[in-house]
């Protein structure tokens, strides 16, 4: 990620995972949403990697290692774009995704 000749970029799943937990009050931030997405990305470089049919497609298709739709989804955009995911999630290698952390 501090390699600038990389491309980084985060899911549209992201932004909407967090604010599902911060309007549910079981994530606080000490930067406002709307500051995080999209100022913070953009001042960091990353570009969002908005969700396609195919990436839903290839989403029916993996096997129920990990339960969480929102992982699952990060999991299947990065198969089919040929992404390293950053995760710490033991779940993760079960997908033989390419794996950060």
């Not at 009050?25 to 001042?43: H, Q």
């Not at 198969?79 to 779940?91: A, C, P, Q, R």
Request: glycine share 6%; proline share 6%; net charge negative.
């Amino acid at each position: 990620m501090e390699d600038d000749s990389n491309e980084c970029f985060v899911s549209h799943v992201t932004p909407w995972e967090v604010a599902i937990k911060f309007a549910l009050g079981r994530l606080t931030m000490d930067v406002p949403y709307e500051v995080v997405f999209p100022k913070v990305l953009d001042a960091n470089g990353f570009k969002l990697l908005p969700t396609t049919l195919e990436h839903f497609r290839e989403l029916i298709s993996l096997p129920r290692h990990h339960g969480d739709p929102f992982d699952r989804l990060l999991i299947a955009q990065a198969k089919m774009e040929g992404l390293t995911i950053v995760s710490s999630d033991s779940h993760f290698a079960g997908y033989g995704v390419s794996l950060l952390w």
